[in-house]
């Protein structure tokens, strides 16, 4: 049964919060970044670098050694706002005319549930695109609301980590060439970071399936299909880095390696700037969808990431 237009302001009103935060959480990039929530507009990054130098405890004074440094990332978000409007008069000689009720008082949008449930998919997989490849000087409506994180890691390059493979063997990504790709971005990880438990190596759907079928194809006695969960796979040898495939980066020939704790998210969530309402306006004579949010992400120590692409 349709939810009627007297209880949808409420039904939506009671749960806004886990819709909204179902809607900006929605992508499956998220697997692999930190959320920061509280973000209105702009925020830092507060970032601590350390270093320990032990002196001689066998001497008596005051031997001052080792550093505490505070520094500064900015998270920049760009505010997001989807309206659209359904006439449910459109839909009495279609397939969803049966349930359209148009009595005086009886206001009903058939499958408004489903109507909602598509566009919390949809800002899902616009949002999933933005995070990899937003560019706000692109002038394409989805991605130019906040800089993607290939953008803000290109825009870092002589800090990031280069990766390079023989130019002659890699115009394209293939099944040949993948795993010697892969391997190069692995092997470009700092030392000190593999033993952490949250190092992984990001691309694109499209080239982590040549990667799998290239782990199989080469029957090396390393490939377990019951390790690949979610688009995920451990490193062959190192459990704790894990190969990740993010729509986000299709079509992208980029490969990243980075700590999740190092690539932030950035949205509010624990304010009331969000908005997520679904109601039928009695002024227009139509049913509304309003969404509105921020959203951003930034990277805190670009010197801890690995990055690939193909020559030009």
């Not at 990054?45 to 080792?66: P, R």
């Not at 030392?191 to 990667?211: Q, R």
């Not at 390790?227 to 729509?247: A, H, I, Q, R, S």
């Amino acid at each position: 049964m349709a939810i009627s237009a007297t209880s949808l302001t409420a039904y939506v009103d009671e749960t806004r919060i886990p819709l909204i935060g179902k809607t900006v959480m929605a992508p499956r990039s998220l697997d692999v970044l930190t959320m920061q929530t509280g973000v209105k507009g702009k925020a830092a990054i507060n970032l601590l670098t350390n270093t320990t130098t032990f002196g001689n405890g066998a001497a008596c004074g005051w031997n001052e050694a080792g550093t505490s440094a505070l520094s500064q990332r900015e998270i920049v978000t760009g505010a997001i706002k989807i309206n659209k409007a359904f006439c449910d008069k459109t839909l009495l000689n279609y397939w969803a005319g049966y349930d359209v009720k148009v009595a005086a008082g009886a206001k009903t949008l058939p499958f408004e549930q489903e109507f909602i449930n598509a566009e919390v998919e949809g800002v899902g997989n616009a949002l999933e695109v933005a995070i990899w490849q937003g560019d706000v000087s692109s002038g394409t409506a989805n991605l130019s609301k906040f800089d993607g994180l290939i953008k803000i890691i290109d825009a870092a390059s002589a800090s990031t980590i280069n990766v390079t493979v023989d130019p002659s063997t890699t115009s394209t990504i293939t099944t040949s060439n993948v795993i010697t790709i892969v391997d190069n971005v692995f092997n470009g990880i700092p030392s000190d970071l593999l033993d952490k438990d949250d190092v992984y190596i990001v691309m694109g759907i499209d080239t982590y399936t040549k990667y799998i079928q290239a782990l199989r194809a080469a029957n090396l006695y390393h490939y377990n299909p019951n390790d690949n969960d979610n688009l995920e796979y451990p490193y062959p040898g190192f459990m704790n880095v894990k190969v990740k495939g993010v729509k986000g980066l299709n079509a992208t020939n980029r490969v990243f390696a980075f700590r999740k704790s190092n690539v932030f998210y950035g949205t509010d969530l624990e304010n009331d700037h969000e908005v997520f309402k679904f109601w039928y306006s009695e002024d227009n004579r139509e049913f509304r969808l309003a969404i509105e949010f921020v959203a951003g992400v930034q990277i805190a120590f670009p010197d801890q990431v690995v990055r690939f692409k193909l020559p030009a």
